[in-house]
Every structure is written in structure tokens, then in C-alpha cells.
């Protein structure tokens, strides 16, 4: 069974960057699949961020692409997401994720989710 | 870039049958897969490609996708059904992955 925990500060200043990283139990980053980045503001509804393959490729959503940057620590076994240039609507719940098998493009292992707060 | 479109929120009786919706252009082409999440929890897959449900999922549970629309059909709902649905497909032209905006499934 595969395990992910995300961990990173809960408080980040507005312009700073956000950095958090998942770590992987029960499988190997460097095995055929990708690792992927949800977030969720308090009280609405879920964004893919983005995520990278084991081959370092990675897909990034448009509206975050020019501010995130996803990538592989093999290792140890962990993945990170840095987003840049941050403010009060990067006010959320961060998720790492991964799926089933690489083909099969639905979210089968969540970590718990860490809340990442942008204040001064 | 692709968008889908759920209701905010369904209300059912206890023992009646909820139908969710998720709404895109020509969404019966794509694989839709359903989460539910309940408070403070991570979402978890209910149903995935259309219609097949994850181990431990109750029979209950089912899905359908056709045409503009795919549904979730929570059968005999129960209060513990009581969660929020998203619907999620991933997008061929942008290779991107969109989830709708989520519905609050509200069990009177």
C-alpha cells in the first residue's frame, strides 16, 4: 500500500515561496509513474496543481505554470512542490498524490494534507 | 481548457436514491472518476472510468457517462453518504487534469 506525507511550513509570507514536500512509503519514486500536487482553498473545491513522471517530465496546470516548480528527491524517496510569488489566494490545503498505475489517470493514494497559510 | 460543471449541492431522504451531475463538452468521450471527501478527511475514489467502483465501495455506488453528461447514483443513501462528490477527468487536448467544482450531497 502506498503512503504519502506531505510536510512544510504551515505559514508563509505574501511574495515568498511555498515549499512543501511528500514523502513516499510503500513505493519507489523511480518506478514508472507520477507524482502529483491538489490543492483545496478552506471551503472550496479542488485544483491540480501539477506533477512530474519518475523520468523527471513534468505537467504543470497553466493558470500556476509561470509560479510552481515539481521535482524528485530519489534519493529520499520524496517529491517537492515550490510556488513562487505567493498571496492570499495560495491559502490552502496542499495534497500530494499518486495514481494506481501510470495509464490509469485517477487519484488512488492522497497524503492527509497540510495547510499552508500566506499572511503576513 | 476544459471545464466541468456540477450542481453545488443535492439534498435526498434517507433511503431515496441521489443523482449527481458533471457536465462537459463531450464528457461521454472521456474517463470520469468520481471522489468523495467528508470533513478533514483526504478525498477517495468511489468510482473510476465511468463506472467501476474500488474494493470496499458498496454496490450502491454507481456511475454512468453518456453524450454532455456523466452521473454519480448514490442508491439507498444513507447518512453517512453525506460528503462532498467532485468528478474529475483528464483533459487529452492540454494533458491537463480538471476535477468540477464539487457537490454537497445533503442528507435530510
Known amino acids: 500500500q502506498v503512503q504519502l506525507q506531505e510536510s512544510g511550513p504551515g505559514l508563509v509570507k505574501p511574495s515568498g515561496t511555498l515549499s512543501l514536500t511528500c514523502a513516499v512509503s510503500g513505493a519507489s519514486i523511480s518506478s514508472s509513474n507520477w507524482w502529483i500536487w491538489i490543492r483545496q482553498p478552506p471551503g472550496k473545491g479542488l485544483e491540480w496543481i501539477g506533477e512530474?513522471?519518475?523520468?523527471?517530465?513534468?505537467n504543470y496546470n497553466s493558470s500556476l505554470k509561470s509560479r510552481v516548480t515539481i521535482s524528485l528527491d530519489k534519493s529520499k524517496n520524496q517529491f517537492s512542490l515550490k510556488l513562487s510569488s505567493v498571496t492570499a489566494a495560495d491559502t490552502a490545503v496542499y495534497y500530494c498524490?499518486?495514481?494506481?498505475?501510470?495509464?490509469?489517470?485517477?487519484?488512488?493514494?492522497w497524503g492527509q494534507g497540510t495547510l499552508v497559510t500566506v499572511s503576513s | 481548457s476544459y471545464v466541468l460543471t456540477q450542481p453545488p449541492s443535492v439534498s435526498v431522504a434517507p433511503g431515496q436514491t441521489a443523482r449527481i451531475s458533471c457536465g462537459g463538452d463531450n464528457v461521454g468521450s472521456k474517463n470520469v472518476h468520481w471522489y468523495q471527501q467528508k470533513p478533514g478527511q483526504a478525498p477517495a475514489v468511489v468510482i473510476y472510468y465511468d463506472g467501476d467502483r474500488p474494493s470496499g465501495i458498496p454496490e450502491r455506488f454507481s456511475g454512468s457517462n453518456s453524450g454532455h453528461t456523466a452521473t454519480l447514483t448514490i442508491s439507498r443513501v444513507e447518512a453517512g453518504d453525506e460528503a462532498d462528490y467532485y468528478c474529475q477527468v483528464w483533459d487529452g487536448n492540454s494533458g491537463h487534469r480538471v476535477f468540477g467544482g464539487g457537490t454537497k450531497l445533503i442528507v435530510l
Open positions: 512530474i513522471y519518475y523520468n523527471g517530465i513534468t
Open positions: 498524490a499518486t495514481l494506481r498505475a501510470p495509464a490509469t489517470n485517477y487519484f488512488d493514494f
